[in-house]
């Protein structure tokens, strides 16, 4: 079978092994483990992430703000370039 489904629904591209098939399901988890969703937050982790909410947001808009200005120089020297250049092709003329 080249490049389609199996019948158990596992995805095989056309020249690989077929006997490894993609597998696109859920990860699996350990035994034991338990899904994000489904753990409760207890009230110390609660009060951590109201601690930390307002770092990680100043965080954010910080490094929003150094790649804003970054990109705002880089435009300005561009744009500074391309009037030069302009102005030699003129000046040519």
């Not at 969703?37 to 947001?57: G, L, M, Q, Y």
């Not at 910080?62 to 302009?86: F, H, I, M």
């Amino acid at each position: 079978m080249a490049g389609g489904l199996k019948a158990n629904g596992k995805l095989v591209l056309a020249g690989t092994d077929q006997s490894q098939p993609l597998d696109f399901g859920q990860p699996s988890l350990e035994p034991g483990m338990i899904k994000d969703r489904e753990r409760k937050i207890t009230p110390a982790e609660r009060e951590a992430r109201k601690a930390f909410r307002p770092v990680e947001a100043k965080q954010a808009t910080s490094d929003y703000a150094k790649s804003r200005k970054a990109l705002d120089e880089n435009r300005e020297r561009l744009k500074g370039e391309r009037l030069a250049r302009e102005a030699d092709a003129q000046a040519k003329k």
